[in-house]
Each structure stands twice: as structure tokens, then as C-alpha cells.
């Protein structure tokens, strides 16, 4: 009756289940399937956006949600002739590794979220005059995106924060919350000052966030400062910039939700082998990344149905079911492949 949906899974839960590397062969081994199988099956692209937009409506609760763009950096430390993979800074340890760059979309309710799509950035070493940047990747997720589902605002991190994606938002009139960088320079009063001299801007007592109206690259929006502590237990202040009013406190409690996407990527490396794929063809490596954003709405599918705490206490109890079972288990639950069955 779902064949499609047979063979989706194939993969996705092979990536659950699995407790040693992800790749093809021992994952094969798990599901009683050859390695070749497996490999093949990465040939061609078996999860699609619209896919996971689907299975996100019946997990996300609401019929708009927030979208949160991020990039990670996926480890190839050994791939000297994967395709697109080459030398990037990582700034989880200051290094720079061999890997891969994907710019993800995820979107989410606030709770929960699920990762939809993804484009791969490539230096432009490699690809010459086919090179895009982050910045465009990232307008054309919005793009891509605002067409399978209704967005109510974009949250993004600090790289985010150009002249050009924040003045194509405030002209399509798309709501955004997005880390800004401290060392900017705006009008304020009818004055240039720097963001950090914006002395109403200034955290003082038990104040943790003020929000104030500024110009910048004659763009008017808002600058909300915000106190933050750090790991080391040290109190910095950071910025956020955003086009619609609102009290500082919730202008920071929005942001908030853009952890979302900090916690997938954590999941995705340590529990559903993000990183894991030795495949070299630039295609196989992004179908791997879509049955990883598979295996994670899966996941997110089994906290919300049994209250578990996160995604990784779901995996820890799936791990302990036998694959044809999680097969046959996730080809009954209907309501999750609700928009497969056109």
C-alpha cells in the first residue's frame, strides 16, 4: 500500500539503530541487506523537502512556524576526493578540517523542530563561477522554503546578518530575529555611534535586555542588547536584530528558539551519523544529509508520542527494538506519512 514509504525507511532507520559507523556496510549488515544495496540507495534522492514538510505538520503543532538557518560543518577528515569537501574553519574548536558546509533550513513551533532542507556551500576554488556564498544559499532556502510551508518569522545566526538578507526580509515584509554583529555602527538619535556606546542600550542591575529603534545601512529595525553568561561563568553582552516591535523580553525569548537547530546538529553527529557517509559523489553525500533530517523527524516523532525528553532519549530507546521491527512499527503509524498517500 506504501512501498515508497518501505523503502524510505530503509536507510533512516538503519542510522537509529546502528551503534558503531554509520557507513554502508555496517548498516547494511544491521538490516540483513547487502552494502551494495545500500550504497545505492544513496544514488538517488528517496527524501525530499517536501517529504519532511509533510511529516513536520504532523509533529509541529500550528500552521505557521518559525524557520532557523544555520551552517555546520560536516568532518571529512580523511576524504581527500570527496566531491565539494576542502578546508573550513571550525568554530566549535578553532580548527581548520576537511569537510563538508551545509546550510541548513529547519523549521519549528517553538518546542520542536525539524530540519527540511539544505544546500552545500563549496569554495569557490573548486567551483569557480558557480560559486555561492553562504548569503545567497541562505536566500534561497528562505525562497525554497516559504513555498511548501507558512513562515512566521526567521531566526539566524550573526553570519546572517548582511545588508542584503536583512533588507530583502523588511521588503517581502518577513518578520526575522537575527544575531548582530557588536562592532556595527548605526544611527541612533541622529547620531553614528557604535551598537556598544548606545548608552540606552547599556545592561546595568538586573537588567538582562533593553530593545532600542536604530538605523544602519539606512535600514531602520531594532537592536535588542542582551546579557548572556558564559561557559566559564563570565557575563558578555550580544546583540539582536529584529523589524518588528516588541518588549526586549520577548524579542530574546524568540531568538531563543534557534537553539533548535544547535541541538539537531549535536544529534545528528553524536547519535545519526551526520558525518559518517564515505560515498564521494557530492549527490550521495547530500542524500545522506536528507535520510539523516529523516531519521531526526523520526525521532522528534517518538518524544512527542511517548513525552521523552529529547530526540537522543528516543534513539536510546529505539536502539533497543530489532530493525524489522522498527520497520513494520513506523509503517503503522499512518499519521506520521499522512502526506504520502496521494
Keep these: 500500500m506504501i512501498s515508497i514509504t518501505n523503502q524510505q525507511l530503509i536507510y533512516p532507520v538503519a542510522l537509529i539503530l546502528s551503534t558503531t559507523r554509520k557507513t554502508c556496510e555496517a548498516m547494511a549488515s544491521l538490516a540483513g541487506k547487502s552494502g551494495d544495496t545500500f550504497c545505492r540507495l544513496l544514488k538517488e534522492k528517496s527524501v525530499t523537502p517536501h517529504d519532511l514538510v509533510n511529516i513536520a505538520k504532523n509533529i509541529l503543532i500550528g500552521r505557521s512556524y518559525y524557520l532557523i538557518l544555520d551552517d555546520t560543518i560536516i568532518e571529512k577528515t580523511y576524504a581527500k576526493w570527496i566531491e565539494g569537501a576542502c578546508d573550513n574553519y571550525d568554530t566549535s574548536n578553532g580548527q581548520i578540517v576537511r569537510s563538508l558546509c551545509s546550510v541548513v533550513a529547519m523549521i519549528s513551533d517553538g518546542k520542536r523542530a525539524i530540519p527540511i532542507d539544505q544546500d552545500l556551500w563549496i569554495s569557490h576554488d573548486l567551483v569557480q563561477n558557480k560559486y555561492k556564498t553562504k548569503v545567497q544559499i541562505a536566500l534561497e532556502l528562505i525562497s525554497r522554503v516559504k513555498k511548501l510551508v507558512c513562515i512566521k518569522m526567521l531566526m539566524a545566526d550573526g553570519?546572517?546578518?548582511?545588508?542584503?538578507?536583512?533588507?530583502?526580509?523588511?521588503?517581502?515584509?518577513?518578520?526575522?530575529?537575527?544575531?548582530?554583529?557588536?562592532?556595527?555602527?548605526?544611527?541612533?538619535?541622529?547620531?553614528?555611534?557604535?551598537?556598544?556606546?548606545?548608552?540606552?542600550?547599556?545592561?546595568?542591575?538586573?537588567?538582562?535586555?533593553?530593545?532600542?529603534?536604530?538605523?544602519?545601512?539606512?535600514?531602520?529595525?531594532?537592536?535588542?542588547?542582551?546579557?548572556?553568561?558564559?561557559?566559564?561563568?563570565?557575563?558578555?553582552?550580544?546583540?539582536?536584530?529584529?523589524?518588528?516591535?516588541?518588549?526586549?523580553?520577548?524579542?530574546?525569548?524568540?531568538?531563543?528558539?534557534?537553539?533548535?537547530?544547535?541541538?539537531?546538529?549535536?544529534?545528528?553527529?553524536?547519535?545519526?551519523?551526520?558525518?559518517?557517509?564515505?560515498?564521494?559523489?557530492?549527490?550521495?553525500?547530500?542524500?545522506?544529509?536528507?535520510?539523516?533530517?529523516?531519521?531526526?523527524?523520526?525521532?522528534?516523532?517518538?518524544?512527542?508520542?511517548?513525552?521523552?525528553?529529547?530526540?537522543?532519549?528516543?534513539?536510546?530507546?529505539?536502539?533497543?527494538?530489532?530493525?524489522?521491527?522498527?520497520?513494520?512499527?513506523?509503517?503503522?503509524?499512518?499519521?506520521?506519512?499522512?502526506?504520502?498517500?496521494?
Design 159 to 342: 553570519l546572517y546578518a548582511t545588508e542584503k538578507i536583512i533588507s530583502t526580509l523588511i521588503k517581502e515584509k518577513f518578520y526575522f530575529e537575527i544575531r548582530f554583529h557588536a562592532n556595527r555602527v548605526v544611527e541612533y538619535n541622529d547620531e553614528k555611534i557604535g551598537i556598544k556606546q548606545i548608552k540606552d542600550l547599556e545592561l546595568k542591575g538586573k537588567k538582562f535586555a533593553r530593545t532600542k529603534r536604530v538605523k544602519w545601512k539606512n535600514i531602520d529595525f531594532y537592536v535588542t542588547s542582551v546579557k548572556r553568561t558564559t561557559k566559564t561563568g563570565r557575563n558578555i553582552v550580544v546583540y539582536q536584530a529584529s523589524n518588528f516591535k516588541a518588549f526586549a523580553k520577548k524579542h530574546v525569548q524568540i531568538y531563543g528558539f534557534r537553539w533548535n537547530i544547535e541541538k539537531f546538529f549535536r544529534t545528528g553527529k553524536q547519535y545519526l551519523g551526520l558525518t559518517h557517509c564515505q560515498l564521494r559523489s557530492k549527490n550521495a553525500q547530500e542524500n545522506h544529509i536528507f535520510n539523516v533530517f529523516f531519521a531526526y523527524a523520526l525521532l522528534q516523532f517518538e518524544t512527542k508520542k511517548f513525552g521523552l525528553k529529547n530526540p537522543e532519549s528516543a534513539a536510546k530507546q529505539l536502539k533497543r527494538r530489532k530493525y524489522p521491527f522498527l520497520i513494520s512499527y513506523f509503517m503503522r503509524s499512518t499519521r506520521i506519512f499522512k502526506g504520502f498517500y496521494a
